[in-house]
């Protein structure tokens, strides 16, 4: 799709401008004074900064305890004092950061891998090594982010740092080229595609990094029209997997990851091919990967989440306003400049990719300018190509996931559904918990939040063993069926498939928003094994008074068919989950009385 845009280039490659380099001083001084004032002031708080020691001993321990999230914060931390100490020179333009930004510099070349430990392999999937091997760098999400923050920052301050030193800029160059481009032309890492194996958002952000690094280099490489078709091929095979609606199988956090990192590879292949590529933003899947953060969105903070995903997704910045100036989507740029201008870290603060930072600085007026009361109401949406349902009215908001157990970033939910009501969590998907080993081991599934029972889903005992949901694509919904319209839409499915007992014949679940009214769940088993019991994910602590739930202030459930109701705290302790669940959530545990249960949830 890519590739062939580019079969025919007429011009030379030239050289991408991300943004204007601090020497260009009319573009840095006559940006609004209050945005200068923060930049400046956040720079300041990294002023004679002490860059986080990093340790051979750091590097081992995710092997050792499987922790990894010792070392990243490190290693972030120095790349977000860097690129911060960087913004607050583009500004000045003085002096006063560059001892700061050089230690950065320095630092940051000494670092013997740029790789995470929990990344350090050659093969997908294969067991990490304990240490690199510095002969043979690998190129992983954060291998690839560090070339493009050290690429822009010594495209920004070129000039400044070769006042000081050439060498300053030759050794960024060397590290550069060492560690990212040979690598990348001599080797194929997995995430680059072979047409083969599934890819997912690492083919874009990775390649977007790299597209960076090399087309900010200020030479006539002949190597760049190499590294371009090979990068057009990656974004190709990462299309061929996206369905023609657009849904990103990882959910709305990883569409960050997946959807805006493909507008930014467009966006680099655009500006160092004389727009070779700007017929792509007219692509219908494009456009519809570029609207799917808006059909995801349930309300302020709030998204629809599955899989790895979290509910609190993050806000809007540039990129997302971006993509929808340049596939002409008028809601999507009302969606964003609304939430940038809500946003409580509009300026990235804690962003260490650089070019994402100048984006949003030098979009920044026209999103705090645009007019968002243009911004329709999100739509009722069925995105087949995963299977997710959504459907809404002025208070309540249902979604239900009909695919299978074989997504990136995987949990086994088919047929969970989640609930909100006035814009707050009723019926809850919980996430996930900080990333460690195990999270993309052979054991993820021993994960609690990986397991069906622990999503709005029944669960089968025979004989005091529980049978859940498995893992893969066989584990599946089958017979599913749908209606969107204005007075009610409904969803039905069998997810007797997604367990791997055969003695569950089937377990059909229908699902229907009767708007302005209430949310209808219907539950009906055939099979061999006891009636099961239906877990109910709930954030506020809930009230059961015989067949009623009452969830907090928000709402209630009306159950019949069942025979018994209790209901478990759960208690809330890892540090990913606080940033979506900032208390104890609940359980509670429907049991099944005969073969058909019904909920209203209102």
């Not at 190499?226 to 569409?255: P, V, W």
């Not at 021993?446 to 498995?470: A, C």
């Not at 809330?572 to 073969?595: C, F, G, P, S």
Request: net charge negative.
């Amino acid at each position: 799709m890519i590739s062939e845009l580019i079969n025919d280039l007429k011009d030379p490659l030239s050289d991408f401008i991300p943004c204007p380099p601090a020497l260009k001083r009319s573009s840095w001084i006559t940006l609004p004074e209050d945005l200068k004032s923060r930049l400046v002031h956040s720079a300041e708080t990294y002023l004679k900064f002490d860059y986080p020691s990093l340790t051979a001993v750091d590097f081992m321990e995710f092997s050792k305890t499987g922790n990894r999230s010792h070392y990243e914060e490190k290693q972030f931390k120095r790349r977000i004092a860097l690129s911060t100490l960087v913004l607050g020179e583009c500004i000045e333009y003085k002096g006063r950061f560059l001892d700061d930004i050089i230690n950065g510099v320095y630092i940051i070349c000494e670092e013997n891998a740029w790789q995470l430990p929990a990344h350090n392999s050659y093969l997908r999937d294969s067991p990490q090594s304990i240490l690199p091997d510095i002969t043979r760098p690998v190129i992983d999400l954060f291998a690839a982010e560090t070339g493009a923050v050290l690429s822009m920052t010594e495209y920004l301050l070129r000039d400044a740092l070769t006042r000081i030193s050439p060498f300053l800029n030759k050794m960024v160059n060397k590290n550069l080229e060492e560690r990212i481009i040979t690598p990348y032309l001599s080797n194929h890492f997995w995430w680059m595609g072979d047409g083969l194996t599934p890819m997912n958002n690492w083919t874009v952000w990775c390649t977007q990094n790299i597209l960076l690094t090399a087309f900010t280099r200020g030479s006539n490489d002949s190597r760049k029209e190499q590294i371009l078709r090979k990068a057009c091929k990656s974004i190709d095979y990462f299309l061929e997997e996206y369905g023609e609606d657009g849904c990103c199988d990882e959910g709305a956090q990883y569409y960050r990851h997946a959807g805006l990192c493909l507008f930014n590879c467009l966006e680099i292949i655009n500006g160092i091919s004389n727009h070779a590529c700007s017929s792509a933003f007219k692509i219908n899947k494009i456009k519809n990967i570029a609207s799917y953060i808006v059909n995801v969105h349930v309300d302020t903070i709030y998204y629809l989440n599955f899989a790895d995903c979290s509910p609190i997704a993050g806000r809007c910045n540039a990129r997302e306003f971006l993509f929808g100036k340049r596939t002409g989507n008028k809601d999507l740029m009302a969606f964003a400049a609304s939430d940038y201008q809500n946003s409580e870290d509009p300026l990235l603060e804690e962003e260490h990719n650089l070019f994402y930072r100048t984006q949003t600085i030098f979009s920044h007026t026209d999103m705090l300018s645009f007019n968002n009361k243009s911004m329709i109401h999100p739509k009722d949406f069925w995105y087949e190509s995963v299977g997710i349902f959504i459907t809404r009215d002025k208070h309540l908001y249902l979604a239900v996931k009909a695919g299978d157990n074989n997504d990136s970033h995987n949990h086994n939910d088919t047929g969970s559904f989640t609930v909100y009501k006035n814009g707050k969590p009723f019926l809850i998907d919980i996430g996930v918990e900080t990333y460690t080993k195990k999270t993309f081991s052979p054991n993820r599934y021993d994960i609690w939040t990986m397991q069906s029972r622990y999503h709005n889903l029944p669960s089968f005992w025979d004989k005091g063993v529980e049978l859940v949901q498995h893992n893969g694509s066989q584990y599946k919904a089958k017979q599913v069926s749908h209606q969107l319209n204005s007075a009610s839409s409904f969803i039905t499915l069998d997810i007797g498939d997604a367990y791997p007992d055969k003695r569950i014949h089937s377990y059909q679940r229908t699902a229907v928003l009767n708007k302005d009214e209430n949310i209808t769940i219907t539950d009906h088993y055939e099979g061999d094994i006891p009636c099961p019991v239906l877990s109910l994910m709930v954030w506020d602590e809930p009230l059961i008074r015989e067949h009623t739930i009452t969830v907090g202030n928000l709402g209630c459930i009306q159950i019949t068919g069942c025979s018994h109701i209790q209901k478990e705290k759960i208690p809330i302790t890892d540090n990913r989950l606080k940033t979506a669940w900032n208390q104890e959530i609940y359980r509670v545990l429907v049991t099944m009385y005969h073969q058909d249960l019904t909920l209203i949830i209102q």
